[in-house]
């Protein structure tokens, strides 16, 4: 190495020092504060919130025997698989598919109804959802008006009901994401494949689809991500009731944390929350063969 | 070369900017500090005393009043420089308790007076959250004057006290006199058994359908200690099974009790007997029951304290002239009509001083000030608890209140709960599943030993028993 480059490599790290003591500070420090606190009896009061010990793998044995955390561990996939992977990614594929090469007063119009709802913070979603969802609300009084029975629907189809909202959500992402990518799949390809007699689908499966592949794999890994970590929508909804017909690993956190006042199970369960997320990514990324 | 010197330029406007929005957020600061001296929590930190309680929902609208209109007047007279702030949280019942563990382990955020619910004193206590109160008290005359039981609330396990209780309650079953007696049973109404319940529930239901709520009890994770203490435990303490044998020193996990009390509220559930889940599962489900559905007549039957009065009389959240007459409290009895025959819970709250308020002495002399036989007669007449002073007990003014004649009596067979350290998480634990049996998630036998596997893990294996 010569001294030029060496000169440039010293000026490039100076450069690059302050965010990399941002990151070790508001990232690498919580995370490993995180893994720290996960192998000890920490808590939120009582002797142990003074002096915590260090409890080896206490946390992650009493998890796995915890029936509540297989629970959990269900309605996380659950609410993954229909409110993300079905729901967002489909539902956001299909409208991106059929907002191909429409007129562009139509793709603004619907775009901007979609793209409303991702643009709504999650609380005010929540709230707009209750209030739709309610013994007394919205959608109850549209029955009533038919001269139907109303329904509990939080109470009577809990986990449908964050779903939908979670879909309507969080569609619009997905949507952005499809069509970008449904742009850049040449024209000249599909033309000559219509000239070769395929039909409508076969273009979408063996053309459209293969060609954007990667975009699938990055939009179904950062949204699995984003619904893993959900929180506030649920939360706010439903408090991860009733009994435990919504709790998501997310929400268990929550409440073993800060309910039950046992922080450095909290930080094990969020930990688990991690893991389940690292290997739903690398899953995808295998499956699909793609590169990121 | 234009486009650079327009890059330029942009680089250089955004500098400026950005030094102005970081001179602007420091100044903020500063100027605060050199014009308004008031405001500067450490200039004036000797002459501003926070308090920090629940609030939200009406709840404790007695506190606030008696804090507002007594206390702060009175503090202020003698002490005029110093500016009492109320600083409440609104949150549910389930959530306050983790707020204040939250507020309390920094000094920036400790309050200088925190209200207590004593079964959280012991392990706030063991937290270091509070400040032991002995030395204090010693050299105070009013501490003689609280009734002993009350005292042991406030009491931790190393011995000291953290805490000068405000009051002390009784539960019992509420019932609209009307509604019972259309549906034939027989007022005054005094069940014998969990039968006499359960039969007078059904017969509400019979008579009036989806128009009234036969009986009410709190059966969620919203409602949190409310859930433990009102319902489950008001059960389990008329089985001859409590929570913790206090000679062996042992948690008892297993027992019929447990079953038992489980199973009641199932059959209430099952049975339809109960409100809806959407009303009884919210934080908010005890205004719903005792200010709403109560005051209309659309509620029969209503497992509570005795402060809910506090609702009703005409300075409460819900005034309702009428509720001395058209109510009528009983005692909740045992199982089987098992010795003695009724039974209730006890608990109370406290005024406590957090370890890292930064104004401690000033925090005792409000605390000494509040905590006087006339001070808390005013407390009760407004908030309708059962008053920690003898002198008060005594007071004919208190004994008039409606309804402090039963409340009072149900005393003689109350039951408290553990004062030990983890009590507060086997609490949580009976609230996540008795919502669990409510919504059918779980059977109450399936409840019963799930009992035993959360609680085993909450107090380890040495320190429970089976009977």
Redesign the interface.
């Known amino acids: 190495m010569n001294t030029a480059s060496r000169a440039i490599t010293l000026r490039s790290i100076f450069f690059l020092l302050p965010s990399w003591i941002l990151l070790l500070i508001f990232f690498i420090g919580p995370i490993l504060l995180t893994f720290y606190f996960s192998f000890t009896d920490l808590a939120l009061t009582g002797a142990q919130a003074q002096q915590m010990a260090f409890v080896g793998f206490d946390n992650f044995i009493e998890m796995f025997q915890d029936p509540n955390f297989r629970i959990s561990v269900t309605k996380t996939i659950l609410f993954l698989f229909i409110s993300a992977i079905i729901g967002q990614q489909v539902l956001g594929f299909l409208l991106a598919y059929l907002m191909k090469e429409k007129n562009t007063t139509f793709r603004r119009i619907i775009g901007i109804v979609v793209i409303a709802g991702w643009v709504t913070p999650e609380i005010v979603v929540a709230f707009c959802w209750v209030a739709f969802l309610n013994d007394s609300g919205t959608l109850n009084a549209i029955l009533q008006s038919f001269g139907l029975e109303t329904i509990t629907w939080l109470y009577t189809f809990p986990l449908i009901s964050v779903c939908v909202a979670n879909i309507w959500h969080g569609t619009a992402f997905s949507m952005l994401v499809f069509q970008a990518s449904l742009d850049d799949v040449p024209k000249t390809i599909e033309e000559a494949a219509m000239i070769d007699g395929a039909s409508k689908l076969q273009i979408l499966i063996r053309i459209i689809l293969p060609t954007v592949k990667g975009s699938i794999v990055t939009n179904m890994i950062l949204v699995t991500l984003q619904t893993l970590g959900v929180f506030t929508l649920i939360y706010a909804m439903t408090g991860g009731g009733p009994g435990t017909s919504t709790q998501t690993l997310p929400i268990f956190m929550y409440n073993q944390a800060f309910v039950n006042y046992q922080l450095g199970y909290g930080t094990a369960i969020s930990l688990v929350l991690l893991l389940i997320g690292v290997i739903a990514s690398l899953f995808y990324i295998r499956s699909m063969k793609v590169q990121i | 070369m234009d486009r650079n010197i327009g890059k330029k330029v942009l680089l250089a406007g955004l500098l400026i900017l950005l030094i102005l929005f970081t001179a602007a957020c420091s100044n903020s600061d500063s100027d605060a500090g050199s014009t308004d001296k008031e405001n500067d929590p450490k200039k004036a930190k000797n002459n501003e005393l926070t308090i920090t309680f629940r609030s939200g929902g009406s709840t404790n609208q007695g506190l606030i009043n008696w804090l507002n209109d007594m206390v702060i007047p009175k503090f202020n007279e003698e002490n005029p420089e110093v500016n009492v702030q109320l600083s409440p949280l609104e949150v549910s019942e389930?959530?306050y308790?983790?707020k204040v563990?939250?507020l309390l382990q920094s000094e920036d955020t400790a309050p200088d007076i925190v209200t207590e619910d004593t079964f959280?004193v012991n392990?706030?206590a063991?937290?270091?959250?509070l400040e032991a109160l002995d030395d204090r008290i010693e050299s105070w005359d009013g501490w003689d004057k609280v009734t002993d039981t009350v005292k042991k609330g406030v009491i931790a396990e190393d011995g000291n006290i953290y805490g000068v209780p405000y009051n002390t309650d009784t539960r019992g079953l509420w019932y609209n006199k009307e509604l019972l007696a259309d549906a034939g049973v027989s007022v005054p109404w005094e069940p014998k058994n969990w039968d006499d319940i359960i039969n007078a529930a059904k017969a509400v239901k019979e008579t009036f359908g989806d128009d009234v709520v036969p009986m009410w009890m709190n059966s969620?994770?919203?409602t949190g200690e409310a859930t433990s203490m009102q319902t489950f435990e008001m059960l389990l303490y008329g089985t001859d099974d409590p929570l913790y044998d206090y000679e062996e020193e042992k948690w008892i996990v297993k027992s019929d009790g447990l079953v038992d009390a489980f199973k009641f509220i199932d059959t209430i559930y099952e049975e339809g007997l109960g409100p809806?889940?959407?009303q009884v599962?919210n934080?908010q489900g005890s205004s719903i029951a005792y200010q709403q559905l109560m005051p209309e007549g659309k509620l029969a039957i209503g497992l509570d304290g005795m402060w809910q009065t506090g609702n009703w009389h005409e300075n409460g959240s819900a005034p309702w002239p009428e509720f001395e007459d058209k109510l009528g409290f009983a005692a909740m009895p045992t199982q089987d009509g098992n010795d003695p025959g009724t039974t209730s819970m006890s608990g109370g709250w406290a005024l406590s001083i957090p370890a890292k308020s930064d104004n401690k002495d000033l925090a005792w002399e409000f605390i000494k000030m509040a905590s006087t036989p006339e001070m808390n007669l005013e407390l009760q007449l407004n908030d309708r608890n059962i008053s920690p002073y003898k002198e008060v007990a005594e007071n004919p003014k208190y004994q008039e209140l409606p309804f402090f004649e039963e409340a009072t009596s149900f005393l003689e067979n109350t039951n408290f709960r553990p004062a030990v350290?983890?009590y507060?998480?086997v609490s949580?634990?009976i609230q996540?599943l008795v919502?669990?049996v409510?919504?059918?998630?779980?059977s109450p036998e399936e409840a019963a030993e799930?009992y035993k596997?959360?609680v085993t893990?909450i107090v380890g294996a040495d320190k429970i028993m089976e009977k």
């Not at chain 2, 063991?126 to 959250?129: E, F, L, R, T």
């Not at chain 2, 409510?438 to 779980?442: G, L, N, Q, R, S």
Request: aromatic share 6%; hydrophobic share 35%.
């Open positions: 389930g959530d308790f983790a563990a939250l959280m392990s706030d063991s937290a270091g959250y969620g994770k919203a809806n889940l959407s599962l934080g350290d983890k507060p998480n949580t634990v996540s919502e669990q409510v919504t059918d998630a779980i799930q596997v959360q893990e």
